[in-house]
């Protein structure tokens, strides 16, 4: 089945730390995103890549960084810069540059919740 | 700045109520607009809109879009339990922003029996 993979689902962090979030998609999507979401808030974006060894910054970038180094894969690394990581992050692709319509709905992974030991 | 406000923030109805959603809207380069409905993990896509005053449907849900007016609702007819969820609002930046979505606050909806 095509669909979005984010490990893994739970994951705890010890102050110092850097952690490593998943996400890989098989839908063969060029554009990826990396959003992150508190209790009673929407969603606010992390990075975003159009396309492999590409990616920006998207509102909250700080604290946070991420590789394109495959078409499949959009790993999200947590530093201990970033002070208030606790949070549960989504991964999202959608059909990006190379489609014949670039105006596409994203679509989602199941999220992981991370949390401060 | 771009921002997307949703309302009500929470909600709670009966089986068998009919709910309107609220979703208005201030951004530069407007693309289109999208509903995700979301339950404990990932967000679900329910519509995308692009043109105003052309209703979408799916069963007993429906959504239209005003872009003089910039909002949209998202209405669900004779509620079910399983509709308790949070709906998301999202609109797209022009495609020069790498198809950004900007989401409201969400409305988190309760349906009770």
């Known amino acids: 089945d095509g669909g979005i993979t984010q490990s893994p689902k739970y994951l705890f962090r010890k102050e110092g730390q850097n952690v490593t979030l998943s996400c890989e998609q098989n839908?063969?999507?060029?554009?990826m995103y990396w959003y992150r979401q508190d209790p009673g808030q929407g969603l606010r974006l992390i990075y975003y890549?159009?396309?492999?060894?590409?990616?920006q910054k998207g509102d909250i970038a700080e604290g946070y960084s991420v590789s394109r180094e495959k078409k499949e894969s959009f790993p999200l690394t947590v530093t201990s810069a970033q002070k208030n990581p606790t949070a549960f992050y989504l991964c999202?692709?959608?059909?990006?540059?190379?489609?014949?319509?670039?105006?596409?709905?994203?679509?989602f992974g199941d999220g992981t919740r991370l949390s401060i030991l | 700045e771009d921002k997307v406000v949703q309302s009500p923030l929470s909600l709670v109805v009966h089986e068998g109520d009919t709910v309107t959603l609220n979703c208005s809207y201030e951004?530069?380069?407007?693309?289109?607009l999208l509903w995700y409905k979301q339950e404990k993990k990932a967000p679900t896509f329910l519509f995308m809109l692009?043109?105003?005053?052309i209703e979408k449907k799916s069963g007993r849900l429906s959504s239209i879009l005003d872009k003089k007016e910039l909002f949209s609702i998202l209405n669900i007819t004779a509620t079910q339990t399983g509709d308790s969820a949070i709906y998301l609002c999202?609109?797209?930046?022009?495609?020069?922003?790498?198809?950004?979505?900007?989401f409201g606050q969400g409305t988190e909806l309760s349906v009770k029996p």
């Open positions: 692009t043109s105003s005053g």
């Open positions: 999202a609109v797209s930046d022009s495609y020069n922003q790498g198809g950004k979505l900007i």
């Open positions: 999202a692709s959608s059909i990006g540059p190379s489609g014949t319509d670039g105006n596409q709905p994203q679509h």
């Open positions: 951004v530069t380069n407007f693309r289109s």
């Open positions: 839908l063969n999507h060029d554009a």
């Open positions: 890549s159009q396309i492999v060894n590409d990616f």
